[in-house]
């Protein structure tokens, strides 16, 4: 029986294309959430759930860009022990909460948040082992009730630790 050739070059320019071109082993952090506090903009790092309707999903399935991953991230505000949703962050746009829920306006009371999450901002530290997600050096923990802020308390970023080298150093990249 006569093989055929055509499986065999294909199997080896496959093998040549995966040997000769390095594979990056980082992964591009994906979008997160973000809530400005105290004029700092915090990272929240678990999805808030935003409520979706119709409007939502048509504009977050349009979205075109790298971080596929979540696109159409959320932007909340703190402001006089309120906590408000005021921007939708695409790709390459940003949009007012009114394009996606004409009825209640571009500041939206975020009462759908969960009880309790935490923020991380402050100073950039280093950026998190096989990612290019950051480590602040803060950490926000914010308590919510229907949309009203409760208590912010701030702590040092336990996940600094994963900044330190095997010297002891910070790495700062």
């Not at 703190?78 to 009825?103: A, H, M, Q, R, T």
Request: hydrophobic letters at 30%; a positive charge.
């Amino acid at each position: 029986m006569r093989l055929s050739t055509l499986p065999f070059l294909l199997f080896a320019l496959t093998i040549l294309l995966l040997t000769t071109f390095p594979i990056s082993v980082e992964a591009t952090c994906p979008r997160f959430d973000s809530v400005e506090y105290e004029g700092k903009s915090l990272t929240i790092y678990q999805n808030t759930e935003v409520p979706k309707t119709s409007e939502y999903l048509k504009w977050k399935q349009s979205l075109r860009c790298s971080s596929r991953l979540h696109p159409g991230r959320a932007r909340y505000k703190i402001v006089d022990k309120s906590i408000y949703l005021v921007e939708f962050s695409g790709c390459s746009e940003n949009l007012k909460p009114s394009v996606i829920y004409p009825l209640k306006g571009d500041n939206i009371a975020a009462d759908w948040l969960p009880s309790e999450f935490d923020a991380y901002g402050g100073k950039y530290i280093c950026k998190r082992r096989n990612s290019f997600c950051m480590i602040y050096d803060t950490k926000y923990h914010i308590k919510t009730k229907n949309g009203v802020v409760l208590s912010v308390t701030s702590e040092p970023n336990p996940d600094l630790e994963q900044c330190t080298s095997r010297e002891g150093n910070i790495e700062n990249e």
